[in-house]
């Protein structure tokens, strides 16, 4: 009886597997599919977490950030950098302007930022890639804009127009 019922049985799923093999086919691949699909999920999921982490902890991103209108000057900086329950205060300029790569190229968007000292940073660290830290008229540029490093911009901030040099990536 245990043959009987054991040979019928292999008998059975083999007619419906291969009786049906578009269909078995089908579900064959659809679950390497899936399994590929997790697979990759998780395997992104785990490089991203590792990669975030290290660029966080890189970056020294700040707790609090404010953004201050009009801005502040340097004594009430240096006033927040003197109390004991702050742990690091620094101050940076950000504006709106517009930039073009050449007189006949349309204005773009962009955000400016400024700091006294770029080789001593504290929060919200810039890593440059390549060439010189911003100064004067030279700019450094994050590495996702369509320039590189000696190209001239011109650059408009509120009504105020001029010229730049582009120095170094960031």
């Known amino acids: 009886m245990h043959d009987v019922f054991t040979t019928a049985l292999r008998h059975k799923i083999w007619f419906d597997l291969w009786g049906a093999r578009q269909r078995t086919f089908q ?3 659809t ?9 990759i999920v998780l395997g992104s999921l785990r490089g991203l977490q590792a990669d975030t982490h290290t660029t966080w902890s ?38 709106s ?3 073009r790569s050449g007189p006949d190229a349309p204005w773009r968007s962009a955000t400016l930022a400024a700091r006294q000292d770029y080789a001593h940073q504290g929060v919200s660290i810039l890593l440059r890639d390549a060439g010189a830290w911003p ?4 700019l450094a540029i994050e590495r996702r804009f369509p ?11 509120g009504t105020h127009e001029l010229t730049a040099d582009i ?3 960031i």
């Not at 201050?68 to 620094?90: F, K, M, N, Q, Y």
């Open 31 to 39: 679950i390497a599919i899936g399994a590929f699909g997790v697979g």
């Open 58 to 95: 890189t970056l020294a991103a700040p707790a609090i950030a404010l953004r201050l209108s009009p801005p502040v000057d340097d004594p009430l900086i240096d006033a927040l950098r003197d109390r004991p329950d702050l742990g690091t205060v620094e101050g940076h300029m950000e504006a």
């Open 97 to 99: 302007i517009e930039w």
């Open 27 to 29: 579900a064959i691949l």
């Open 167 to 169: 120095g170094g990536l």
């Open 135 to 138: 100064s004067g008229h030279t």
């Open 147 to 157: 320039l590189g490093i000696g190209d001239t911009v011109e650059l408009r901030v």
